[in-house]
Structure formats: structure tokens, C-alpha cells
């Protein structure tokens, strides 16, 4: 628990802190992002406002991936061990795809149902300190409110008051997040196509609890 002392003594507690995982893709794996470019774009979706994505939604699964999806499958299953601390032995990508934002595109706030886990990582280039991808905060609290105070010009020092939180674009790095948590991401105001592949996981295994009406039995893959 997050725990903080106030200059009164008094203690504020960081309740429900929604855990964001983030890693690196050696170079040595970098190799696959080549293969990613080659991959047929869904017919329709390469124009509009939200980008286009591979016709290819199990991308992970394929040859070319097999060093690269063994090495996040490695980092799941720790963030989902000693974070998220559930209980499964092993964990497999439920849907898999290639992203291209082209200059002026953008996408708005969502989550990814029917998952457990999510993921995404970045790879090409884009200008430094690029935004990528912006958390924002779950539901309730200020943001369930429609009062609309005003704050503090230091209100940044406090992660209490923020209402997102954005990640800037690192060639190489693996973001790993609960599939609820609300994130969107930002308009592309550079010169490069900004790629990313995203991820949806789930255990092996079962969900949930037959006598309660509640069971989900997730086995394989397309």
C-alpha cells in the first residue's frame, strides 16, 4: 500500500493503484518489427481519423514472431505473478495486431473487453518525447463528478489530482496494463507513421467458477 506522511502527521493511503508494467525488446528481437511493415493492412481501414490495423489479428502467432511472443509471454506471466498475483500457469495471446497512425490521426478513449491483460509496444521512429499512448483515470472520483474544481498550478506533483498520464513513444518498449484500464491514443502531430503492436491476453485455463454461473474456459488460439 502507498502510504504518504502529510506535515501534520497525518497519513494518506493510495488505495487501488492500477499497476502499468513497462520493459524493453532487446535489439536482438528488433528484427521481427521488419516482418511487421510487410503485413497486409485491413481493406477500409487505411484511411479515417483512427489509423489502420493488420488484416492479421493473431499476428503474434505467426513463425516470424515465435522468439518475440516467447519473450512478452516470459514478462506476462511475471507481471501477472508478482503484480497482479493471479493464479495460472501459463497465459496465451487471445488476439494480436499491427497499428499504423499515420500523421493527424488519432484514437479516443477505450478499453479492451473480453481480456484480461493488455498490452502494446512500439517500434519505428517519430520524433523525441512524442506521446504515444495516455492513461486516464478510472471511473469515480473527479472525473464522476460534474463539479469541475479549480486546482493548484503544482497540481502535477500530486498523482491524486491527475486525470491522465501520458507515455511517451520509445522505440522498443513494452507497456503491459489490466485490460479495463481507459487509455486512448494521442493525435500523431509528427512526419512518421508512429507503429505499435497490441495485445490481448488471457490465461490458460479457467475463469471464474461453475457453481457461481460464472466459468470461462480459455484453452487455445485461433
Known sequence: MNEMKMDNDATVLGLFPT??????IPPE?????????????KEGDKIGEYG?????????NEPECKELSD???????EYADKILKYDYDEYSFSQTWVSFKQPGQFHTIHSHPNSLISGVFFYGYVEEETPALTFHRPAGGISASYL?????????ESEYSWETFNISFQPGMLLLFPSYFMHSVPMNNTKYVRKSVSMNILPKGKIGDVDSLTELIFDKVV
Open 71 to 77: 519473450f512478452i509471454l516470459g514478462h506476462i506471466k
Open 148 to 156: 469541475q474544481p479549480k486546482h493548484q498550478a503544482d497540481r502535477r
Open 29 to 41: 528481437l528488433s528484427t521481427t518489427c521488419n516482418y511487421f511493415d510487410t503485413v497486409k493492412q
Open 52 to 60: 489502420s490495423h493488420s488484416e492479421n489479428s493473431y499476428i503474434m
Open 19 to 24: 499497476p502499468v508494467y513497462t520493459s524493453e
